[in-house]
């Protein structure tokens, strides 16, 4: 499995079950929504410092593979 998909947990107990970065409960939606508005990676780390490039990585990585299966690719 993709390493950088492993950084995103989905449990339905946190978040009401929506995808976040592992041991936070920072939804993977927020940082992407952050992203879309041009907050760039120091940026998002400021307003969530316990957060690292990798994590911001791995939601766009995370992204990127719902996107492939949405389009009908299995990666």
């Known amino acids: ?3 950088a998909i492993e ?8 978040c009401s079950g929506k995808p976040c970065i592992e041991g936070t409960r920072i939804a993977v939606h927020i940082i992407l929504d952050l992203l879309a508005a041009g907050e760039d990676f120091d ?3 400021k307003a969530y ?5 990798k994590d911001i990585r791995a939601c766009l990585n995370y ?6 299966e ?4 299995i990666a």
């Open 49 to 53: 410092p316990n957060i690292t490039d």
């Open 63 to 68: 992204a990127a593979v719902l996107a492939d």
């Open 43 to 45: 940026g998002i780390k």
């Open 1 to 3: 499995m993709n390493t």
């Open 70 to 73: 949405e389009a009908g690719v």
């Open 7 to 14: 950084r995103i947990t989905i449990d339905p107990k946190i």
